[in-house]
């Protein structure tokens, strides 16, 4: 029994390669609590739960590409499949008609299926994912522009239901269900990656796709898995996007896949693959999203200057993974 | 030398199918527009829709080219769209502030290469992957160009500055100029010397090189700061044809484009072998588009769906993988005839 209950809490107990995360939920706190120092209503928690609200979205997206990138992928089509998704949403309830939920269902079925189909490409042609996934970007985006060039607004009975309401929690604070929906999706993914047959072949074939062919892991099956999971998670994210901004517009959410990326990155996952946490790439979102609430609260400055901020803390986090690793292994690379 | 042969080595070539794409464009731009390939001479200089072709895409050329050096090494520069912006937001902000030409461009492009060397050092001596390296500018680097023009767009009214990428100079655009200028010292100082020999060894595996006795790392600093350089340029160009800088828009997404055309040229990402030829046409092939989109009348909305159509089709076809399993079917029909006879076949 004990032996059962360590081996299940084995991921939890923490070692140097837990290091990169524990950093930037470190890093997050310092954020947090340098803001509720220097401004007032700051240290709320409805100002934390705020951060959950406001990018529900961008946390499942960089959810789905920490599947890609812990395989050694990358997938620039994220931020065009969640502005598809979202018009998808407005263009099926709005002009078509349709009931809410079967087309948000379509609209996961959908975005599923086209990340399997650039997964499909890169494994079965050879195609590198930069360049499938770039034309996967244009195709989507295209086909958003195509759609319809305007904003179109959601005013349906089920989309506004959901988004005008909250969970109420205690002290008067609430959760909006687009953040619900993400925790759970932080969970389900967690779970998947931590103790499923799946989560293992992810880890194995960023690991070395070789060895996990020789292993007689699926590698090609896996491969085209992750593609089609960053898939739904776009589309989920599209569709918490449009319950967020009640509309589709087909320049939303313009260069999210660099904002996943870097979220993912800050977290703690190695873009070569093999190595990195789910949860990571939550906190990279909320420290993205922190940075920006500060910005906002200073007032004062400028959209840039949280660009060059995103630079600056891009920098020291792979100046301090490379630190890490480097050290791991006396070998240096070129 | 029989024709079966000499189309089988036609086809074999690694520049048949971008030229074949590019011809096939041009072909169809003839049936859309019929005067397409006309060019004619207004008041000394040189028009048309081919000109208008090479003039609008000298700045994609440009930064492929550089694109192209970098690749080759096994790396990718994502920041060049934010170099292009920097560059361009600080010649115009010199220029409004009053300062000569050469201020203004020396520190543009002295800029741009140092933006080179900041991403060519992170790659060398931190170790960092160069996808990620240059993510850093390319996020940081837009900010910084805004952080320049304040936000705003600035505009300027300098005739000498609108040369670089607006202006004629012997019939010709200066920008077309420039760019084949830029293109041939290229080709001649790797083709000619045994840059090109080194830059592969580097990109087809650093660390032997290494040990071979190249400096690896130098050259890859080197092939970063070319690519600063070029981009730096083609910032130049783009600021000066409209007389203005924008930091937020100038050179959106054309480290893309760039790499794009690099990859449609049959210069493989994972490094190691490249055709400056291949960019060329790439970037040729991506420019083409846009106008064959613009004067076919198709909606520009459209353009992305059909880039998005483009670049698969040319990608599966130069895909060996896709290749094989179409040959494969080919040669499998006529299935070799079983010998009736075995001993007889031995004997023979």
Redesign the interface.
């Known amino acids: 029994m004990t032996a059962f209950v360590l081996r299940r809490a084995a991921p939890f107990a923490l070692g140097r390669r837990h290091v990169p995360v524990l950093v930037t939920l470190g890093l997050f706190v310092l954020a947090f609590a340098i803001g509720a120092v220097r401004y007032e209503n700051f240290g709320s928690a409805q100002v934390f739960l705020d951060l959950f609200i406001d990018n529900a979205f961008l946390i499942v997206v960089a959810l789905g590409m920490t599947f890609v990138i812990l395989t050694g992928g990358?997938d620039l089509s994220v931020g065009s499949v969640v502005a598809l998704s979202g018009m998808l949403c407005a263009i099926g309830t709005m002009k078509l008609g349709l009931p809410a939920p079967l087309v948000i269902a379509g609209v996961l079925v959908i975005g599923t299926l086209f990340g399997a189909g650039m997964g499909y490409?890169i494994h079965?042609?050879?195609?590198?994912p930069?360049?499938?996934t770039?034309?996967?970007m244009?195709?989507a985006?295209?086909?958003c522009?195509?759609l319809s060039?305007n904003q179109i607004s959601i005013d349906d009975g089920f989309f506004d239901a959901v988004a005008l309401n909250s969970l109420p929690l205690p002290g008067e604070n609430r959760l909006s269900w687009g953040a619900v929906v993400s925790l759970v999706a932080v969970a389900v993914v967690v779970y998947v990656l931590q103790w499923t047959r799946t989560g293992r072949n992810v880890y194995a074939v960023g690991g070395s796709e070789q060895s996990a062919v020789l292993m007689g892991l699926p590698a090609a099956r896996t491969k085209i898995q992750v593609y089609a999971i960053s898939g739904f998670c776009s589309a989920l994210g599209g569709v918490l996007f449009a319950l967020y901004t009640l509309s589709g517009d087909p320049t939303h959410a313009l260069g999210m896949e660099?904002d996943a990326?870097?979220a993912v990155?800050i977290g703690g996952t190695v873009?070569?693959g093999g190595s990195g946490y789910a949860i990571g790439s939550v906190l990279g979102v909320l420290v993205l999203g922190v940075i920006k609430t500060i910005l906002s609260f200073e007032g004062t400055l400028?959209?840039?200057?949280?660009?060059?901020a995103?630079?600056?803390l891009?920098?020291g986090f792979?100046?301090l993974q490379?630190l890490i690793a480097?050290r791991r292994k006396a070998t240096?690379?070129? | 030398m029989n024709t079966a042969s000499l189309a089988k080595r036609l086809i074999g070539h690694a520049l048949f199918w971008p030229v074949t794409v590019l011809v096939v464009m041009l072909l169809a731009n003839i049936v859309f527009t019929p005067g397409f390939l006309d060019i004619r001479i207004e008041q000394g200089h040189l028009y048309g829709s081919l000109i208008d072709i090479l003039l609008f895409g000298a700045p994609l050329i440009l930064v492929a080219i550089g694109m192209t050096m970098v690749i080759a090494t096994g790396g990718?520069d994502l920041s060049v769209g934010a170099t292009v912006a920097i560059s361009g937001a600080l010649a115009c902000d010199l220029i409004s502030k009053g300062h000569g030409l050469p201020v203004a461009i020396g520190t543009a492009v002295g800029v741009s290469v140092l933006l080179g060397l900041w991403n060519g050092l992170?790659?060398?001596r931190?170790?960092?992957?160069p996808?990620?390296?240059t993510?850093?500018?390319?996020?940081?680097?837009?900010?910084?160009a805004?952080?320049i023009t304040g936000?705003q767009i600035i505009t300027i009214n300098d005739q000498g500055y609108k040369l670089i990428g607006g202006g004629y100079w012997l019939g010709l655009p200066f920008a077309i100029i420039l760019v084949a200028v830029a293109l041939a010292v290229t080709a001649v100082l790797t083709r000619r010397t045994a840059l090109a020999l080194l830059i592969e060894a580097v990109g087809g595996n650093?660390?032997a090189a290494?040990l071979t006795g190249i400096r690896?790392?130098g050259l890859?600093v080197l092939a970063y700061v070319f690519c600063g350089l070029c981009a730096g340029v083609a910032g130049l160009m783009i600021s000066s044809n409209t007389l203005s800088a924008d930091?937020n828009n100038a050179g959106l997404w054309i480290e893309?484009d760039a790499?794009?055309a690099v990859?449609l040229g049959g210069t493989a990402?994972?490094g190691g072998r490249f055709s400056l030829a291949g960019t060329v046409l790439g970037a040729l092939i991506i420019q083409t588009l846009d106008t064959t989109i613009y004067t076919a009348g198709i909606p520009p909305?459209?353009?992305?769906?059909?880039?998005?159509?483009v670049?698969?089709i040319v990608?599966?076809i130069q895909?060996?993988?896709?290749r094989a399993r179409f040959s494969r079917k080919k040669r499998r029909r006529p299935a070799p005839p079983v010998p009736t006879n075995p001993q007889q076949e031995v004997a023979a």
């Open positions: 990358i490409v079965a042609f050879q195609v590198q930069f360049i499938a770039l034309a996967g244009f195709l985006r295209g086909i522009l195509t060039e660099l990326i870097a990155v873009l070569t400028s959209s840039w200057w949280t660009r060059i995103i630079g600056v891009l920098f792979i100046a490379r480097s240096t690379p070129v | 990718i992170l790659v060398t931190l170790g960092i992957q996808i990620i390296a993510l850093i500018l390319m996020v940081a680097g837009r900010g910084i805004q952080l936000g650093a660390e290494r690896s790392r890859i930091g893309l790499i794009l990859v990402l994972t909305r459209t353009t992305l769906v059909f880039s998005a159509a670049v698969t990608c599966l895909s060996p993988a896709f």
